[in-house]
């Protein structure tokens, strides 16, 4: 169980985030909202994710400069980082291969959801996130193509896995179909 005190200082930053300005490029109001949500939960030690969110410097300086420029974010939290999954690369451009446009935010989510992937929960839970259904929302307004081949409601890291994995050829679920399969509640239905 998550403690309140950290689920409050998590809910006061990300509302602290979103009533700062945003750069003076436009933004994508769902993706800003994500992200303020990401940074809240690393910074109150929700999830996996790295300090950076799994992100490069540059990277990582673009996005605050974009969506959150005049953000002072407290330290990140110091429990230790998941190491990077060895399939992160892959994971990453099968993301980006799904991608709604060739923007940067669809580039950042790639990477910050294969560090999530490293975690061991549920992917929202990895991510630092509220629910499922902000997940849900990051991969439908940056992966969307991804997010209407999920047309089972499968758990998302079980569903990007199998996708990767069948993409390469790699078939681990021995049942012919979910339906078959002795495991189907485990793959799909809520988290929580």
């Known amino acids: 169980m998550i403690p309140p005190d950290r689920l409050h200082h998590r809910a006061l930053l990300c509302a602290s985030l979103l009533q700062g300005d945003a750069g003076p490029a436009p933004v994508d109001e769902g993706n800003r909202s994500l992200l303020a949500s990401l940074l809240a939960g690393q910074r109150a030690g929700l999830g996996c994710l790295p300090p950076q969110l799994g992100l490069a410097d540059n990277d990582f300086a673009a996005m605050l400069a974009a969506y959150f420029p005049t953000a002072r974010l407290p330290a990140p939290w110091p429990a230790a980082s998941p190491e990077r999954v060895p399939e992160w690369d892959e994971l990453v451009q099968f993301l980006l291969d799904h991608r709604a ?3 940067a935010e669809p580039r950042w989510m ?7 992937c490293a975690g061991r929960d549920h992917l929202w839970q990895d991510l630092g996130l509220t629910g499922r259904h902000e997940l849900s929302q990051l991969i439908a307004l940056n992966f969307p193509a991804l997010a209407q081949a999920n047309d089972g409601d ?7 896995y199998r996708q990767l994995c069948a993409r390469e050829g790699i078939y681990v679920c021995p049942a012919p179909s979910c339906q078959a399969c002795h495991d189907r509640p485990a793959c799909f239905g809520p988290e929580s």
């Open 101 to 103: 446009g060739e923007q």
């Open 110 to 116: 790639a990477q910050i959801l294969a560090a999530a």
């Open 154 to 160: 499968m758990k998302w890291k079980k569903f990007i």
